[in-house]
């Protein structure tokens, strides 16, 4: 089992609706929780990151997280044609510095 | 502008060649990494540091090495480049923030090599 597991997809949904990208992880003693974007032939772009339980907001971005079920999901309200990427999660373990990254789910916007 | 810089962008090159990968970052982050990713395909790292004189091999077994004489330069090297190697080689650098754990990465913008 992948220490970081997530959708590969593709996701679809159309202009306006609310996308919601799921990753689960298997260290309970994770700390650190990150979601990037990566548009096709670029670099990964950090978006969001968590370290509590419960929601981030930021803009359109909600980043969600229980650690008690070993999930955290990224949502994306008013989603944009412009936000059509794969969004990477990432997860900082315990015991290493070093981020864990799942494989990343695709997202089509649709206009 | 802080940022972390990587040439060549793009690189075709003959089998059997020797390159340099180079990467360069001006935020003073003591760790630094490479990683591999194919088109569509999961990051892998091959090669990570903490600091200058710290390299360490990665998840993914590479015939590659680094090397990190200086803080901000951190190049990888093929001794003899086969097919094999074509790729996108990401460099990427960061700074642990002790109070909240985090270890955030900026990337540079990427290496691709075609090895024919």
């Known amino acids: 089992q992948k220490e970081v597991e997530q959708n590969s997809g593709p996701l679809s949904v159309p202009e306006g609706a609310i996308a919601s990208l799921n990753c689960t992880y298997s260290?309970?003693?994770?700390?650190?929780f990150f979601w990037y974007r990566q548009y096709s032939g670029k670099s990964p772009e950090l978006i969001m990151s968590?370290?509590?339980?419960g929601d981030k907001e930021d803009g359109r971005f909600t980043a969600q997280l229980n650690k008690a079920s070993q999930y955290v999901s990224l949502l994306i309200r008013d989603s944009q044609p412009s936000d059509s990427a794969t969004y990477l999660c990432?997860?900082?373990?315990?015991?290493?510095?070093?981020?864990?990254f799942g494989r990343g789910t695709s997202l089509i916007v649709h206009p | 502008e802080a940022d972390i810089y990587q040439t060549p962008r793009y690189l075709v090159i003959g089998t059997g060649k020797k390159i340099t990968l180079e990467c360069s970052q001006t935020?003073?982050?003591?760790?630094m990494y490479w990683y591999q990713q194919d088109p569509g395909m999961e990051l892998h790292l091959i090669h990570y540091?903490?600091?200058?004189?710290?390299?360490e091999k990665g998840d993914l077994s590479s015939e590659s090495t680094v090397s990190r004489i200086r803080t901000e330069h951190f190049p990888l090297t093929l001794e003899s480049a086969r097919p094999s190697h074509t790729s996108q080689y990401l460099c990427?650098?960061?700074?642990?923030?002790?109070?909240?754990?985090?270890?955030?990465?900026?990337f540079g913008a990427g290496s691709r090599l075609t090895v024919l």
């Open positions: 990432a997860v900082r373990t315990g015991g290493s510095y070093i981020p864990t």
């Open positions: 990427a650098s960061s700074e642990f923030r002790g109070s909240s754990g985090a270890n955030v990465l900026t």
């Open positions: 540091s903490y600091g200058v004189n710290s390299t």
């Open positions: 260290d309970r003693g994770s700390q650190s």
């Open positions: 935020m003073g982050h003591d760790k």
């Open positions: 968590i370290y509590s339980n």
